[in-house]
Nanobody, 123 residues
Framework: QVQLVESGGGLVQAGGSLRLSCVAS????????MGWYRQAPGKQRELVAV???????NYADSVKGRFTISRDNAKNTVYLQMNSLKPEDTAVYYC?????????????????WGQGTQVTVSS
């Protein structure tokens, strides 16, 4: 079992910044990719950014140059620094991670979503 707990969402004016955090806990043996997705009302969930175990990153075109994803492997934590926020960034942001757990059943793959954190950018 793996738990993902997100924090850092809130209300901010356009041009402002927010930093999201997501901590993974449980019987984790290894974490591969860690990513952030978002879902605005009436829209499909979309990838915002992903960071792989080796440190390589990918971003949605809409956030390139404004958002930065990073991770602290020792803390099983992924961050999303969001600068120059726009009203169109308003959405629920979800953390997603995959890897392997190790418990009495052995080593098994996992893929989990966080509960989501609301980001609202006012114009």
């Amino acid at each position: 079992q793996v738990q993902l707990v997100e924090s850092g969402g809130g209300l901010v004016q356009a041009g402002g910044s927010l930093r999201l955090s997501c901590v993974a806990s449980g019987s984790i043996f290894k974490i591969n990719d860690m990513g952030w997705y978002r879902q605005a009302p009436g829209k499909q969930r979309e990838l915002v950014a992903v960071i792989r175990s080796g440190g390589s990153t990918n971003y949605a075109d809409s956030v390139k140059g404004r958002f930065t994803i990073s991770r602290d492997n020792a803390k099983n934590t992924v961050y999303l620094q969001m600068n120059s926020l726009k009203p169109e960034d308003t959405a629920v942001y979800y953390c997603n991670t995959d890897g392997q757990v190790s418990d009495s059943l052995g080593v098994r793959p996992f893929k989990y979503w966080g509960q989501g954190t609301q980001v609202t950018v006012s114009s």
